[in-house]
């Protein structure tokens, strides 16, 4: 049997090891990725490594629960809902007309929970857009999204007063300026990994799972500022603290610009007030 070494993507173990595969799984995967899921087998930690068909490992993905499962020749899948996307979306095509910046532009506007119309004279895109957004967002965030022609738009221009316009590979409205293509750090590098990966499965899984992973922690700073409560709480509140507390929960260390990120996605998506006396909006200086 082949074995590929792995190594934990939690930043305070990054244990290294070698995991066994069953013969024939990785002949069975002509394009696209090898889910291998790793329960606790070389640290205390379960996390999925995604390998290609020359046993490379592409990217990993972390959980907050062991994974179990019964049997190992079930430990690994090929992806059957990624199967049933591809089937229905050209995502080849997609990235021929859906350019790297309006792929960042789409990404912030829903990570601020707005409503958006993309603007679009290639009514055979509309489809392909909208189920590429569903699996990529699948179990994380909503979205409110419409593909509308021109001459749609201009029909019921005034429907759409709170919505974020984008088109021609501009923001052609965003009357609260949310959108600022030179600050979009963090979303500019999610989308520059979809469009460096040049196997297109591939390319869709790596971008679902930097959106899940942004997600999930967005959650986990979103609960524990839920807890704090009373002015003297807020006041022991700061950029410190979250670090300390994300590195401890999901044993990753975050940037400034990523943070930055997180805080506004809590407050804009998840619609939390981040305390005035905690001193994060000072120090962040983005809100």
Known sequence: ????????????????????????????VKRGLLAVNISAQICKHSFIAYVDKNLKVRDYFTADFEITLPEQKEEYTTGEKLKSVI???????????????????????????????????????????????????QDTFSFNVTVLSIEDYMKEKGKY???????????????????NLRELKIEKKIVGKFFDESNLQSSLIILKNEISKLFDNAREIYEFLASFNGEESNRNLNYKVIMDHLKKKRQIKISQPELNLLLEIIEKYFNIKIPETSGIKEFLGFI
């Open 1 to 28: 049997m082949p074995f590929i070494t792995v190594q934990c993507p939690k930043s305070n173990c990054m244990a290294k090891g070698k995991i066994e595969i069953e013969d024939g799984l990785i002949e069975k």
């Open 87 to 137: 089937d229905i979306l050209d995502l080849d095509l997609l990235k021929m007309n859906f350019t790297p910046p309006m792929i960042t532009f789409l990404l912030k506007s829903i990570f601020l929970g707005k409503k958006i119309i993309i603007i679009s004279e290639q009514d055979f895109l509309k489809n392909h857009i909208l189920n590429f957004m569903k699996y990529i967002f």
């Open 161 to 179: 007063s709170d919505h974020i316009i984008l088109g021609r590979n501009e923001v052609l409205r965003d009357n609260e300026k949310n959108i």
